[in-house]
């Protein structure tokens, strides 16, 4: 796979015709009022209400036959023109995505102006480089971690001009995409989200991208970066120590010829959130005789052809896995504590039109005006739902009237599925807010999977492994095979690495079991260490990814370098300060979201607080990481 390949010509009007017929249309009409410049196009009959939520933007068959007829005219004007292109002036691109959003645009344009440039103008780029600064400077940079973090990093530093090498501890590339081999699994962030903005694929073959295609993503940009030259495979760092008169870092690793240290200026750890597996406490773990396994560490060699299965959990992993087991097993048993919100999300399954990579590949600005498209519900809108209302009153069911609102609409989808099967309504419809817990994204398949025959669910907790099976409630299961799909330790950042900053100072005991980061990133008295999908970083359920939050945090990191370099400094650390008042705002509304009100479990909250998630707009955290303000830095 090639990224950024140069456009194709439109080769004839029949081919364009369709195309059009396979856009998306919303995209479509936005690609083509900027292409044009003729906004007349973006009328009120052509919008329809609450569409940034719904595929085709919820347009009936003969307006999004109308909008292709129109763009088409439009387009072949256009090209009969020159066809020429350029990036929206502020004026054009405030109207468009002003009328895209239903609400002005004004206080986004910077941000929006970065998503629809092209990926060679690759806005994010640090825009500097070492020997431009400081020639000769001692600087070198260990990045942890080679999933969609840890490549970014070190791409970015080699635009830069910094030495880096990755420190990878599986064989190859991709983290959490490398580790979970499991059946059905899969992303449920929309696929032309789910890549670099920089490095655009085309032609992902399906709305919500498999896991292997992820994988061979990361593994084509890895080698057309040259990062993959960076990375040293089988290495695992077990242990960083601040050595504040080198005033570096030394990293003990475990790699091939056993352990070693190596010293380096700066290290950005990007280990990720969900990436130790979670097991449950419960009482006889490893007593089961047979094949038994989390889903992040699937036993390939176990043949599930026939047998009786257990799946504990329902949450995104068992809900990708249990209808790829069903089936094929005998019979599986789902063990559920607290069931997931559904998302109605039809597409969930279905593969991408020819036309979409026909279009991204032919047709100027359509790509970034299609991701736009699918983040735009991501810059407003859905945060609004999951914030407390203390007035409304808050409970269970509702935080606010948005929220009941939500829950309705959510819950509507539900029983239109359970119209046959009305006893399994009080066992899936969540007694929690929506938003305290992840949203699933929803094709019916889930709710299919469990009215079979051979699919028992089972609502108590797992009290008790035993050598047949499980015990919940008091009954034991017998089964063939146990799937753990409990999790991971989502918490319990950068374990389990023994980190020990300045004065001897231990991460783990300094943080005492809350985690916190100044942006996710920086914690004082760590000087150097910077971490990528830090705490407080997860976008909860609101269009963008972790994708785009490493984008931001990247930039970042690599503006705190460029200050290091330009003052002469040789370490770079936030202020306490700083960070104290930055973590009080961000656990005050933190205090006020779904997930840390309620009182359902989960990884989205540990105890009485949140370390994992993000609780403002992803344009909020674009807009704090835009620039490291020398100001709250401690540059010596
Ligand atoms: O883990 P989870 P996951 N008895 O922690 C249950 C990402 N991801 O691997 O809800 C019975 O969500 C536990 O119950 P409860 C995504 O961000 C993405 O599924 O706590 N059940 C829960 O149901 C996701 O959110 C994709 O009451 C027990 C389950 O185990 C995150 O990873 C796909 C139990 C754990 O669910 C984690 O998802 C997969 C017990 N004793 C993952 N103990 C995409 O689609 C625990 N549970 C991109």
């Not at 739902?385 to 409970?395: A, E, K, S």
Request: hydrophobic share 40%; aromatic share 10%; charged share 25%.
């Amino acid at each position: 796979m090639a990224f950024s390949q140069p456009l194709r010509p439109i080769p004839d009007d029949e081919t364009l015709r369709r195309h059009l017929a396979g856009a998306d249309v919303p995209a479509l009409l936005l690609t083509v009022a900027h292409l044009t410049g003729d906004t007349a196009l973006l009328r009120d009959d052509l919008r329809a209400p609450g569409w940034l939520f719904q595929p085709q933007g919820g347009l009936t068959a003969a307006r999004q036959d109308e909008a292709r007829r129109l763009a088409f005219e439009a387009l072949t004007a256009w090209r009969d023109r020159g066809g020429t292109h350029e990036p929206p002036d502020p004026a054009l691109l405030r109207t468009i995505t002003t009328w895209a959003m239903g609400s002005d645009t004004g206080d986004l344009l910077d941000l929006l102006a970065e998503e629809i440039a092209l990926p060679q103008d690759d806005p994010k780029a640090p825009g500097w480089t070492l020997e431009g600064l400081r020639p000769g400077a001692d600087l070198d940079v260990a990045v942890i971690g080679a999933g969609f973090s840890g490549l970014l990093a070190a791409h970015r530093l080699g635009q830069a001009g910094v030495p880096v090498v990755v420190y990878e501890k599986n064989e190859d590339v991709g983290g959490t995409w490398f580790e979970n081999t499991y059946p059905g699994c899969r992303t449920d962030v929309a696929s032309h989200l789910y890549n670099y903005s920089f490095a655009p694929r085309a032609d992902w073959p399906d709305h919500f991208c498999r896991r292997d295609t992820v994988l061979e993503y990361l593994r084509d940009f890895a080698k057309e970066s040259g990062v993959a030259d960076r990375i040293r495979f089988g290495t695992e760092v077990r242990e960083l120590r601040w050595d504040e008169r080198e005033r570096r870092w030394h990293l003990t690793l475990d790699g091939p010829g056993g352990p070693r240290t190596v010293t380096h200026r700066m290290v950005i750890s990007a280990v990720g959130q969900l990436n130790r597996p979670q097991l449950p406490a419960v009482d006889g773990l490893g007593s089961f005789t047979g094949p038994a396994f989390h889903s992040a560490a699937w036993d390939h060699t176990a043949d599930l052809t026939g047998k009786r299965v257990a799946v504990v959990g329902t949450g995104a992993s068992a809900y990708q896995i249990v209808p790829e087991l069903a089936g094929a097993a005998s019979e599986v048993v789902v063990f559920q504590r607290n069931p997931p919100w559904l998302r109605p999300t039809p597409h969930y399954h279905q593969p991408l039109s020819g036309s979409t990579s026909w279009l991204c590949e032919h047709l100027p600005y359509y790509a970034q005006w299609y991701r736009f498209w699918l983040f735009a519900p991501g810059l407003r809108g859905i945060l609004d739902g999951w914030i407390v209302d203390r007035g409304h009153p808050p409970t269970e069911r509702a935080v606010s009237a948005l929220n009941e609102q939500l829950r309705a609409s959510l819950l509507q989808a539900m029983e239109a599925q359970l119209t046959d099967a009305p006893e399994l309504r009080e066992k899936v419809v969540p007694r929690y807010p929506v938003g305290a817990k992840r949203v699933l994204r929803d094709d019916g398949t889930w709710l299919a999977t469990l009215k079979r025959d051979d699919v028992t669910l089972v609502t108590a907790p797992v009290e008790r492994e035993t050598p047949r099976g499980l015990v919940a409630d008091g009954e034991e299961f017998e089964v063939d095979v146990i799937v753990y799909a409990t999790g991971f330790q989502a918490s319990r950042f950068l374990t389990p690495m023994k980190v020990t900053g300045e004065r001897g100072v231990d991460l783990h005991t300094h943080w005492g079991g809350a985690p916190r980061a100044h942006l996710g990133i920086s914690v004082p008295g760590f000087p150097n260490l910077f971490c990528l999908y830090g705490p407080n970083t997860n976008l909860v359920g609101q269009g963008g990814s972790i994708v785009y939050f490493s984008e931001c945090a990247t930039r970042y990191v690599l503006d705190a370098i460029r200050l290091l370099l330009t003052r002469y400094a040789e370490a770079v650390q936030v202020r306490e300060d700083v960070h104290d008042d930055y973590n009080a705002w961000v656990d005050a509304a933190s205090a006020d979201r779904a997930w840390v009100w309620s009182k359902v479990s989960g990884w989205y909250k540990d105890g009485s607080r949140s370390s994992t998630n993000w609780p403002f707009s992803a344009a909020e955290y674009w807009t704090r990481t835009r620039r490291a303000d020398p100001e709250h830095l401690r540059l010596r």
